[in-house]
């Protein structure tokens, strides 16, 4: 019950700071950050621990599930060497540096100080996403920074895996390295079959309260599933999700899909409050339990772990920048190179959250020196997200970026295709209702092939929501009369909600935090 208190006191508090969050354009992890601190150090707060299995499988799998399916295969052809730069080189690289600070700084057994560099090196996309989204960034350093998240979540989280067992039984590592030579492709083949039998099930369930359950039930499945046959949950999560995104959307229902999205958002923000919060409450019992002297100690080397995540991310994308843009000016390079400003913003994107909670949060409880990798995984977290979370934008508006309007053109174009495809089925047709609708569609396609959304400046659409105001305002009047009972206004107002999604602008329809 008292878990159960603090957790309903973060969701207040981390309700009330998001408000700060979307007023003053702060990514939404900053404020849980900082609701989790407060909510863990208030004097009633309890003594929580979690299973370190289920931190995993609880924390990280809807997460990877999240990334994996907003990352088709083709933007990970296309974008290959910026990825392989920031989720591979860059995680290895910082990894690697924050385990040579844990040996010689704290003396941390060399398993162990990997585990910390693993936990600790992969940036969490949603932070950088939600400030992301409210600036007009080159369309290719947006797509690179989120899609880098899924990757680089993998390349640490296996890193993670192999550091515990190592520092379980040395002995044991061996065999564990032939294990995942088995478990790497085993885990891509078992995510692949999982996501087509969930195909054959899920579209016979799709559109019921059985079918939204069963997303979960599958995610989670797929992860303990792999567990037990001793294959990479990882990947067969990664496939998975990379499976259903390619066919699912395409046999879904709208009312479908918009449940699922929504569901699936509110999910996703939830772990992040759990997540937070039971970090702080292990954070808090850990400052209570260690004496002043290897507190003081401990603060200092999460400082100097904090320093050195920020420092190498950003001297190897600035690295990067140079040898590509020296390869480029030579005619070597397949791809553009980067301006000096995108690598810059690239490099300081590299705030983390959920999946370094969860991951520190599943070592296990005997762990050689937990107490510290904890605490640093924690500072690390806070300190990305308050260092760089508040000055992102900042540095974003003084970069100044060119406007990209990609986007805008290609988004104009298939708009202009799919109105032909509308104009051309009711071709022909002579009855009044076919003519009023062609005359619709004729004058959106005018709009659309000016680069704007018809229902931005489509007066026909304003009259719409003005006339679906004036409905909701007369079904409220009939419900208060008593001249409708309850069940006749709910279908009736779900009528006009649907209605209404198809009348507003775009961005109108969004979930604020996502």
Known sequence: MAFFESMLTLLLVAIVFLQFSRRFRIPYPTMLSLAGVIVAAVPWAP??????????????????????????????????????????????LTAAA?????????????????ALGAIVAPPDAAAATAMLDRFALPRQTYVVLKGESLLNDAVALLIFSAAVTA???????????????????GGLILGYLLGRLYMVVGLKLAGTLGGTLLEFVATFGTWIIAERLHLSAILAIV??????????????????????????????????????????????????????????????????????????????????????NFLAARGR???????????????????????????????PIDFPDRDIILLSALAVVLGTLIVQGLTLGSLIRFLNFEPDTSLDRDLARA??????????????????STRILRDVYTSERK????????????????????????????????????????????????ELDWAELGALPPGRDEIVES
């Open 98 to 114: 924050v385990a040579v600070v844990g040996v010689t700084m704290a003396g941390l057994p060399i398993a162990a100080a990997v």
């Open 167 to 185: 520092a379980a039984s040395p002995t044991l590592f061996t065999g564990a390295l032939a294990e995942l030579a088995l478990a790497v492709p």
């Open 47 to 92: 003594e929580i621990a979690i299973d370190p299995d289920l931190a995993l499988a609880l924390l990280v799998a809807p997460v990877l599930f999240d990334a994996a399916y907003d990352l088709p295969p083709r933007t990970l052809r296309r974008n290959w060497m910026p990825l392989l730069s920031l989720a591979a080189i860059a995680v290895v």
């Open 239 to 324: 496939v998975y999700a990379m499976v259903i995104a390619r066919y699912m959307p395409e046999r879904q229902t709208a009312r479908h899909r918009i449940h699922s999205y929504s569901v699936w958002e509110a999910a996703v923000f939830l772990l992040n409050v759990l997540a937070f919060l039971l970090m702080g409450l292990q954070a808090r019992q850990i400052v209570l339990d260690l004496d002043p002297g290897r507190l003081n100690f401990a603060v200092t080397f999460a400082t100097a772990v904090f320093a050195t995540v920020i420092a190498v991310r950003l001297a190897w994308v600035l690295f990067y920048n140079r040898a590509i």
């Open 447 to 494: 709009i659309a092939a000016d680069g704007k959304h018809p229902r931005e400046v489509s007066k026909l659409d304003k009259q719409r929501r003005n006339v679906i105001v004036a409905k909701r305002a007369k079904l409220a009047a009939m419900r208060r009369a008593g001249e409708i009972d309850d069940d006749v206004f709910h279908m009736l107002e779900q």
């Open 333 to 363: 390079a397949k791809q553009a190179a980067p301006t000096f400003a995108t690598s810059l913003l690239a490099g300081w994107c590299g705030m983390r959250g959920l999946v370094t909670l969860a991951t520190a949060l599943a070592l």
């Open 415 to 432: 708009r202009v295709a799919l109105i032909d495809a509308a104009l051309a089925e009711l071709a022909g047709g002579e009855d009044e």
